[in-house]
């Protein structure tokens, strides 16, 4: 069993390195601004005592006014979890895969791509999982019709 670390720990680990990364947190999670993410997530994965090392599973979310994006991270050697967001905009929404840091993330931003139509930049395969190519839209915003 795992627990959870508070968010302020672990927000206050990333700010020593990246001070400007951190949009908000509480103990349950930290919202990492977009272009912090990759950087943000690579010291998560590595640094001593942190070292998360397990992709538990990473969703979209459709807050109407933006987009987001979550990972539940586990450290399997430690037994602490912990929740990362980022929020994009619904115009444009962008953020860095992750698939270099956790293979697991392939399949996962591939689907979270298809049905809320959230890019992840540096992707090795970004294409449509479970509808086909040329589908218009992508059916798990609220908006779409």
């Not at 006014?65 to 450290?75: A, F, I, K, N, P």
């Not at 809320?116 to 930049?121: E, K, M, R």
Request: glycine share 6%; net charge negative; hydrophobic share 40%.
């Amino acid at each position: 069993m795992t627990k959870l670390l508070p968010g302020q720990d672990v927000a206050r680990q990333i700010i020593e390195h990246w001070p400007q990364s951190i949009v908000e947190s509480n103990p349950e999670w930290i919202v990492i601004s977009p272009e912090s993410l990759f950087q943000v997530a690579q010291f998560l994965k590595t640094a001593p005592g942190l070292e998360f090392d397990y992709l538990t599973c990473i969703t979209g979310v459709d807050y109407l006014d933006y987009l987001e994006v979550v990972y539940h991270l586990t450290s399997i050697m430690h037994k602490h979890s912990a929740v990362l967001k980022v929020k994009c905009s619904r115009e444009n929404p962008q953020v860095p895969s992750v698939v270099s840091l956790w293979r697991g993330a392939d399949y996962q931003e591939r689907e979270i791509y298809d049905l809320l139509g959230i890019t992840f930049v540096g992707h090795p395969n970004l294409k449509r999982i479970f509808l086909w190519e040329g589908f218009q839209g992508h059916p798990l915003r609220r908006d779409y019709l």
